[in-house]
């Protein structure tokens, strides 16, 4: 069997963070079209005040997830970063390095293969909305 390599880009738009986007379908969408039956797909957001993560998509969570986001990385405390720049953005950039830009999810049978309380999330960290690009290479066998 010969490999696939396949690569997409979607964008989503968020509001200031910590906003978080459920982007499981999106990423299903392209392994779908990738046409592969067994490999993995792996996620990158673009910048550095976003992140790519897993979590149970449910009010209650996402709310805990970002009030934990925001205590690891609080705003409103001295960042050297916005002592450089003055733009009051510090604290984003440190969330998004703690929770890291990427994700490699296995492809099964030519479907995301998550847990049935999983779903892939985007995280805008910054302090203002932004449409974030999302890179999406599909590795594996047809």
Not at 14 to 38: C, F, H, Q, W, Y
Request: net charge negative.
């Amino acid at each position: 069997m010969e490999l696939i390599v396949y690569c997409r880009s979607f964008e989503v738009a968020l509001m200031a963070g910590p906003d978080v986007a459920d982007v499981t379908d999106e990423i299903g969408r392209v392994v779908a079209a990738s046409g592969v039956g067994e490999g993995s797909a792996q996620a990158t957001v673009v910048g550095s005040t976003g992140s790519l993560t897993t979590i149970e998509y449910e009010p209650g969570a996402v709310e805990d997830f970002k009030r934990a986001i925001e205590r690891l990385a609080p705003p409103g405390i001295e960042y050297m970063h916005e002592l450089a720049w003055r733009d009051g953005n510090g604290h984003s950039h440190v969330q998004a390095a703690l929770l890291g830009p990427s994700l490699v999810l296995p492809v099964r049978d030519g479907i995301l293969r998550l847990g049935t309380w999983q779903q892939a999330v985007l995280v805008n960290h910054d302090i203002r909305g932004r449409r974030r690009t999302v890179e999406v290479t599909v590795l594996g066998q047809g």
